[in-house]
């Protein structure tokens, strides 16, 4: 390694691991720049993007963090959360041993006692048993987020015949784009949207706010795209970072998106600009697409759009004139007005209209890569949680077993999680009584927060498997602190890709403290639940080696290469030299008219419906990212903090005039249901509409013992009382909330300096 290099970024991350501040007085050592330096392959875990990074390590600290060149989701990179997200694990406030609930102490008075894994895990086992017991297997629901979720989502839950397992990166995140994708071309976007960048001409965001939005290697491609001359409209309601960077921003009224495209569809069909070979080859439903759209004019989208009609036009003749090199890349969080699957399908047509669909500029097609499971006997149920199917049918529910609690209650496979949350309350359809939850923000990331902390109230067993003492972590029973990403091993990370590929996670060095990783605390929980038939490895390295070696390879070569990149076959031409196509829809085509749709009950294609206008005073709470912070995990690193401390309620200029309010005033935020939110502090900016307002997600945590991120800014989560279920997708709708706004003073909170300097006191709680 460079030392150089080594020492640049050192300035920033030696600081960061307070490597000054630990404690009292000691006798100097060898200095750390004298020790011996590791390097291992790792994974971020600071989204979940999961760009491959090399760790470089001398003793128990990890000095520096660089981007894996050979991994295609960082190739060398990092965007600045990977980069400060280092600091978690030196974290003063993580969670670092085993904690129990005092006895006679409620739920979220925050009372604990220290305890052993030991009798951690026998209480949880015990209690889960009970459970089981008295209502069954599926009275338990599992919920998790995060790398290791592999081991509390999909394992363990179908190991142990629960089908109520449900991830948040679903239902509040890409459900509609999912299940739209699955009905349209018959395959998953997946984790890593398969846009061909490279070759793009004419890039159109709807919403996608890349630049806030930072996926790493997405962001360097966009801004490739951008220096190669790729023309860029960015439809959006607030003048966002991509939208600064474009060639035309339409500040879309928001919620009228599905309107903007149906036009789009309308002029590419009906002047003739859409891609007729393309169509005639590869699609079915083009007649009943045609006849639905008939109507749906420029004019008539200017209307409820507020975007003129010629400048509607004039995209949709540019988009053409670039075809099959003009994209509109599907956003990630698409659950945005409860209509969203419409909204997506419209989009994916947009696009196949364009003829882009496994062409270069437009779409590839990601394979996964190969790769077997260890052999275990056959799970009693299917992991549920992962599931973005479209098709709905034969869903498996093995005799014995009973299916998902939010079943039936829309149209695709999706698991909702929000949904699992009504018969933690009701008991209905049947009752939910116990929560083991891994790496999820139950009360920053599941709308109606008070309906959760009543379901919460209400159960005989709430675990959390967790690394910060964040809100709703102090609620449990038990408390299980798992070693940071830093730390573990996780299972392998096989990412679908133009090239597919697979990454390792080595620990950089052993778990600090009385921590342990989640697939240690899965298998002793198995083992503990009569689950050991399905834990048949002895260890970790164990279960990796058999994995990798069922594709003639073998760990320890892998962990001297970190990446394993196999061959794709990105390219509709690469398939038909096979004499097939990709699509796995029932007709073997690109659909653009869905008959299972209308058998259910729903619109065949997609339909708008103009969203409820705000109240009397309100605004519309729009909310999205900041480059520096992911969700609501991250607000308790110095490092990342330094760089944007607090968030911002974005207001019109002239609206806040009218309020009486000017830049760097502060506010309480109030929504329909009269929830107070803040005090957050007021930017004033013609960079919005005047019919809505923005926060950043994931601020306003209300969680004493994160002392950095406690009393900063304002949470979008707290003030999203209502959502609206999207009822094919199973997506909760977030953005049909409305606030006012109320001044308020500026909040006294203890410098961030200050707090930055605390020792990482290793005999702390
Ligand atoms: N730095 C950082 N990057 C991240 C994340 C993070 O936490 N931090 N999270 C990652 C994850 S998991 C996800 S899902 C993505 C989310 O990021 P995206 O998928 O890009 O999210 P969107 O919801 O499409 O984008 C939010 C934008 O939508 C705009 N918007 C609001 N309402 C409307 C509307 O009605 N119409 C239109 N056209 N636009 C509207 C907002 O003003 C905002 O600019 O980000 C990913 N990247
Ligand atoms: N209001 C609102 N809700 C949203 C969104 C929004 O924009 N606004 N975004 C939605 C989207 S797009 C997504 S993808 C989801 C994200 O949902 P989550 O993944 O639930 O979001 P985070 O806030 O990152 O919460 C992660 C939790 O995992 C913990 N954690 C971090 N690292 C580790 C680890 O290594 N091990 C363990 N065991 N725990 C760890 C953190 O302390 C935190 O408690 O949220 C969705 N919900
Ligand atoms: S995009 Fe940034 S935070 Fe996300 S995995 Fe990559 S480096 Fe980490
Ligand atoms: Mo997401």
């Known amino acids: 390694m460079q030392r150089r290099e080594f020492l640049k970024l050192s300035a920033l991350s030696a600081g960061a691991l307070a490597l000054k501040g630990s404690g009292p007085a000691k006798a100097l050592g060898t200095p750390w720049h004298a020790k011996e330096v590791r390097s291992v392959y790792q994974i971020c875990e600071g989204c979940f993007w999961r760009c491959g990074i090399v760790a ?14 050979a991994n ?3 190739r060398g ?3 600045p959360r990977g980069q400060g997200m280092p600091q978690t694990t030196y974290d003063p406030d993580r969670l670092k041993r085993p904690l129990i609930r005092v006895e006679g102490t409620e739920r979220g008075e925050g009372k604990y006692r220290v305890a052993t894994w030991e009798e951690a895990l026998d209480h949880v086992a015990k209690k889960m048993l009970e459970i089981r017991e008295k209502y069954g297997p599926e009275a338990i629901a599992f919920f998790g987020h995060g790398t290791g979720d592999t081991w509390f989502v999909d394992f363990l839950p179908a190991a142990w015949g629960s089908p109520n397992a449900a991830k948040p990166s679903v239902a509040i995140c890409t459900a509609p784009r999912e299940v739209a994708s699955q009905w349209v071309f018959g395959r998953p976007i997946g984790g890593h949207e398969p846009v061909d960048w490279e070759n793009s001409r004419y890039i159109v965001l709807i919403g996608h706010h890349i630049g806030e939005d930072t996926h790493n290697t997405q962001l360097q491609d966009f801004a490739l795209a951008l220096k190669r001359g790729a023309k860029v409209v960015v439809v959006d309601p607030r003048f966002s970072t991509a939208a600064a960077k474009a060639h035309l921003w339409l500040p879309i009224k928001p919620g009228t998106d599905t309107a903007l495209l149906l036009a789009w569809i309308h002029v590419l069909i009906y002047e003739n600009l859409y891609d007729k070979d393309y169509v005639g080859k590869y699609t079915t439903g083009f007649e009943e697409l045609k006849a639905h759209v008939k109507d749906f004019t420029p004019e008539w989208a200017e209307k409820h759009t507020e975007i003129p009609a010629e400048t509607i036009r004039q995209v949709a003749r540019e988009m053409a004139a670039h075809k099959p090199q003009a994209v509109l890349p599907p956003s990630r969080h698409t659950v945005w007005y409860g209509d969203d699957t419409y909204r997506m399908m419209a989009l994916y047509y947009v696009n196949v209209l364009l003829g882009n669909y496994g062409r270069p500029g437009g ?4 394979q996964s890569p190969y790769l077997e499971k260890y052999p275990t006997p056959p799970l009693p149920l299917e992991p549920a949680a992962g599931g973005c199917s479209g098709p709905s049918g034969g869903d498996h529910e093995p005799e014995g077993y009973k299916p998902r609690a939010d079943k039936g209650k829309f149209f695709a496979k999706t698991t909702a999680i929000q949904e699992l949350i009504e018969p933690m309350i009701t008991g209905k359809p049947y009752p939910i009584r116990g929560l083991i939850a891994y790496g999820i923000n139950l009360f920053h990331s599941i709308p109606n927060v008070p309906r959760t902390k009543e379901a919460l109230k209400g159960l005989d067993l709430y675990v959390a498997i967790d690394v910060l003492p964040q809100e709703h972590v102090m609620w449990a029973d038990v408390i299980l602190p ?22 390792l996670r080595t620990p950089a060095h052993e778990p600090l403290f009385d921590t342990k990783p989640g697939w240690w605390i899965a ?8 689950l050991e038939a399905f834990f048949p490895w002895k260890d970790i390295e164990e279960y990796l080696n058999t994995r990798l070696q069922s594709i003639g390879f073998d760990l ?21 030299k096979e004499g097939r196509l990709p699509f796995g829809t029932a007709s073997g085509k690109i659909e653009l008219y869905c008959e299972k749709f209308k058998e259910a009950g729903h619109q065949p294609l997609p339909v708008f419906t103009p969203p409820e206008e705000p109240p009397e005073g309100h605004y519309r709470l729009l909310y999205g990212r900041s480059p520096v912070h992911t969700f609501a995990r991250t607000q308790n690193n110095w490092v990342l903090m330094e760089m944007d401390p607090e968030n911002e309620v974005w207001i019109h200029r002239e609206e806040a005039k009218k309020l009486g309010l000017k830049n760097g005033d502060y506010v309480m935020l109030v929504n329909q249901d009269g929830v107070k939110e803040g005090p957050v502090r007021v930017k004033a900016t013609e960079r919005i509409r005047k019919d809505c307002v923005y926060i950043v997600h994931g601020f306003g945590h209300k969680a ?6 406690h009393g900063r800014g304002a949470s979008d989560s707290y003030l999203q009382t209502r959502y609206k279920l999207d009822p094919i997708s199973g997506g909760a709708g977030l953005r049909v909330n409305f606030v006012k706004l109320e001044k308020a003073e500026k909040p006294k909170l203890p410098a961030l300096t200050s707090l930055a300097k605390r020792p990482f006191d290793e005999r702390r709680m």
């Not at 798992?482 to 890709?497: K, S």
């Not at 004493?704 to 991120?709: D, E, G, H, N, R």
């Open 556 to 576: 320890e070569t892998l962990k001297g290469m970190g990446t394993l990149v196999q061959k794709g076959k990105p390219w509709l031409e690469d398939w038909e």
């Open 77 to 79: 990179r990092l965007c």
């Open 56 to 69: 470089h390590v001398v003793g128990n600290r990890v000095y520096k963090v660089e981007g894996y060149e």
């Open 523 to 530: 298998r002793e929980l198995g083992l503990r639940l009569g």
């Open 704 to 709: 004493p013992l994160m002392k950095v991120a």
């Open 72 to 74: 295609p989701k960082s």
């Open 363 to 366: 779409f590839y097609i990601a």
């Open 482 to 503: 798992e070693a940071t990403y830093l730390e573990r091993y996780d299972d392998l990370v096989a990412v679908a890709h133009k090239t597919p590929f697979l990454e």
